[in-house]
């Protein structure tokens, strides 16, 4: 099984930035897909954006432009960078990890609120 710790998540005025972390511990190998989703209140969860352990990263349109996703393998984080935040992008942050060996691991989510 693999656990994910995300960090970063807090208050933080329109327009400004914020970081996020997530930490996977556990048994990870092979091809595996790390991605951040997020849930606003009386929403679903929703992607936000993922990278592939090659590298490769897909974003929704919610992100494009003021997201960024990045991962560190050396140190099994993924990071997602937030600029020019929105008060919509107010919701709980949660990261996830699929690998194809059938792993399918959910954190516990980090509050994010955009807010003067």
């Known amino acids: 099984q693999v656990q994910l710790v995300e960090s970063g998540g807090g208050l933080v005025q329109p327009g400004g930035s914020l970081g996020l972390s997530c930490l996977a511990s556990?048994?990870?190998?092979?091809?595996?897909?790390l991605g951040w989703y997020r849930q606003a209140p009386g929403k679903q969860r929703e992607l936000v954006a993922d990278?592939?352990?090659?590298?490769?990263?897909s974003y929704a349109d919610i992100a494009k432009g003021r997201f960024t996703i990045s991962r560190d393998n050396t140190k099994d984080t993924v990071y997602l960078q937030m600029n020019s935040l929105k008060p919509e992008d107010t919701a709980v942050y949660y990261c996830?990890?699929?690998?194809?060996?059938?792993?399918?691991?959910w954190g516990q989510g980090t509050q994010v609120t955009v807010s003067s």
């Open positions: 996830h990890i699929w690998i194809e060996s059938g792993v399918n691991s």
């Open positions: 556990g048994r990870i190998s092979g091809f595996n897909v």
């Open positions: 990278i592939t352990s090659g590298g490769t990263t």
